[in-house]
């Protein structure tokens, strides 16, 4: 589906348009000039999309914080960022009514089941955004108390930094709500084919020279 925007024109062109509609309305429009008229105004769509789109645009987060990031989050609702812009202002002070956890600060082993419960207890379909190192990688508290989110709960996004700035908490947002679009920018797992945390490195091409027969890894000797 493609949307072009084009310009409105001059008053002419508005007025012209006015009385398209009302001779629609008034049945006056048929055959061709009526099909020309719909194709123009009329956008078809499946259902699974308009949902996505619906659900994108209109997230509950969890009135939820854990740390230090708490404070970056809260800013994203005021003026100068206005995450209402993408309907995300609503912060919901009940799980069952929200349907985004910000995971806001760092997770501690006595913590995880407590947000675990929270999650569990959230609408669905539901999301979570893990907010600054110390949930996505334990950060600068990497001991044995901290534990990242991604080891007992789903993650969708993760956004990096200690304590990462609004700006960055809304980029993580709208890439949230893209991948809720059905429309997901590729990561880099998927630019580079890596799978879990390992590289994933091409195979060796056969050697043409005919120096190392048996290749790399190869203990065959050749008797003399």
Same mark, same amino acid.
């Given at each position: ?39 123009e105004r009329v956008m078809t ?26 404070? /970056?989050?809260?800013?994203v609702v005021g003026a100068r ?42 609408? /669905? ?41 609004? /700006? ?57």
């Open positions: 589906m493609e949307v072009i925007r084009e310009s409105v024109g001059g008053p002419e062109s508005l007025r012209a348009r006015q009385l398209k509609a009302r001779d629609m309305l008034r049945g006056d429009l048929d055959g061709q000039e009526l099909e020309r008229y719909v194709e769509t499946t259902l699974e999309r308009a949902f996505d789109w619906a659900r994108g645009n209109s997230m509950f987060p969890m009135t939820f914080g854990l740390a230090c990031c708490a404070i /970056e989050m809260m800013s960022l206005d995450i209402a812009r993408f309907g995300f202002e609503a912060f919901r002070a009940s799980p069952r009514q929200a349907d985004l956890l910000i995971l806001s600060g760092r997770v501690s082993i006595k913590m995880a089941p407590v947000v675990r419960r929270i999650y569990d207890q959230m609408l /669905e379909p539901k999301y979570t955004i893990a907010m600054g190192a110390c949930c996505s990688s334990m950060g600068v508290f990497n001991n044995y108390a901290i534990v990242p989110a991604d080891k007992f709960m789903p993650v969708d996004i993760h956004v990096p930094g200690c304590p990462p700035r609004p /700006e960055a908490l809304m980029h993580g947002i709208i890439k949230l709500r893209s991948m809720v679009h059905d429309d997901p920018s590729l990561g880099w797992r998927s630019r580079y084919g890596a799978h879990g945390t390992e590289e994933v490195v091409p195979p060796a091409e056969p050697d043409a020279t005919g120096e190392n027969v048996f290749g790399s890894g190869g203990t065959e000797s050749s008797g003399a």
